[in-house]
């Protein structure tokens, strides 16, 4: 972990702001992660995620967006989606790992969730997400 967090360093953040996101038939609860801080920390350091329950990352502006699973303990899967909601690509990522996995493309969302949460649902890239979040 970067020096300069804050002193809940080693401890999980679960008391996001939340916003609801529709996956077609699914409502997903999901954590915003809207600061640096917030995005630098993620899901790090959780035993567990509830089965609908996800992080949304948001970025002030579209790039190519590059994440990592160091001090992250469960198996997670990342969307990285366009401004309207699209997928444009799935990663999975596994735990406690610095391999780097990136959008093919610049985005401003991801949105995390338990491995294998959008290939159980048959959501792939090209699927449109909706929620408050993709509205212009």
Do not use: Y
């Given at each position: 972990?970067?020096?300069?967090?804050?002193?809940?360093?080693?401890?999980?953040?679960?008391?996001?702001?939340?916003?609801?996101?529709?996956?077609?038939?699914?409502?997903?609860?999901?954590?915003?992660?809207?600061?640096?801080?917030?995005?630098?920390?993620?899901?790090?350091?959780?035993?567990?995620?509830?089965?609908?329950?996800?992080?949304?990352f948001v970025f002030d502006q579209a790039s190519?967006?590059?994440?990592?699973?160091?001090?992250?303990?469960?198996?997670?899967?990342?969307?990285?989606?366009?401004?309207?909601?699209?997928?444009?690509?799935?990663?999975?990522?596994?735990?406690?790992?610095?391999?780097?996995?990136?959008?093919?493309?610049?985005?401003?969302?991801?949105?995390?969730?338990?491995?294998?949460?959008?290939?159980?649902?048959?959501?792939?890239?090209?699927?449109k997400l909706t929620g408050q979040a993709f509205?212009?």
């Open positions: 972990m970067a020096p300069g967090l804050s002193p809940a360093q080693g401890q999980a953040q679960t008391q996001l702001q939340r916003t609801k996101i529709g996956a077609g038939m699914h409502l997903i609860d999901t954590q915003l992660a809207l600061t640096p801080e917030q995005r630098q920390i993620g899901l790090m350091w959780r035993k567990d995620l509830p089965v609908n329950e996800g992080m949304l190519v967006q590059c994440f990592w699973m160091r001090n992250t303990l469960t198996a997670l899967t990342a969307a990285f989606v366009e401004d309207d909601g699209t997928i444009v690509n799935l990663v999975d990522m596994k735990p406690q790992s610095d391999d780097s996995h990136c959008s093919i493309k610049p985005v401003r969302f991801v949105l995390e969730m338990n491995q294998g949460w959008f290939k159980k649902r048959g959501i792939a890239a090209g699927f509205k212009p």
